[in-house]
């Protein structure tokens, strides 16, 4: 996950059985939720803290956590990439994941701020991207390592929590 300044304060991911859909009973459960908060998180680093990792060596920009007892967020800045792990982890089915963000800046050039990985430090899918665009921002969603982006016409407010 990274972007310029941008506050991730919900992750909550669950995995769907694309056979319990077929069959008209969506039967999920939760793989991974988190708030940020107190006492699961204390203000500092993101890395190291409930099972999260950094994604290869680069720890320029540390994700840093920034909470009170019920509004927890990680600020993020260019740099450091960081992920937390399904354990066990998820090999059928399909994978359903829900954010609530807010961005407070992002370069003209874009960049991602979460995605999903398969576990090693290279190949990660659905990368959402966030870049500048006039007063705003627009979002984009890169399906596997290396897919070039198509950004949306829609601009978003900085500073406005929106929930993917």
Do not use: C, K
Not at 9 to 19: D, E, M, N, P
Not at 82 to 97: E, K, M, Q, R, V
């Amino acid at each position: 996950m990274r972007i310029g300044s941008t506050f991730v304060r919900t992750l909550q991911v669950a995995a769907v059985s694309a056979f319990a859909l077929a069959a008209g009973q969506a039967q999920a459960g939760i793989l991974y939720t988190t708030d940020f908060n107190a006492p699961t998180y204390s203000n500092g680093a993101l890395v190291g803290q409930d099972g999260w990792l950094r994604t290869g060596t680069i720890a320029t920009n540390p994700l840093t956590v920034s909470n009170s007892a019920t509004n927890g967020g990680v600020a993020m800045t260019t740099g450091e990439d960081a992920n937390h792990p399904f354990l066990p982890a998820s090999t059928d089915g399909s994978i359903y994941l829900s954010a609530d963000f807010t961005v407070t800046s992002a370069s003209t050039a874009g960049d991602y701020f979460l995605h999903f990985s398969d576990g090693s430090s290279s190949l990660f899918y659905s990368r959402i991207y966030a870049r500048s665009s006039g007063s705003g921002f627009t979002l984009a969603m890169g399906t596997s390592s290396g897919t070039a982006v198509t950004y949306g016409t829609t601009e978003l407010a900085f500073g406005t929590s929106y929930h993917l």
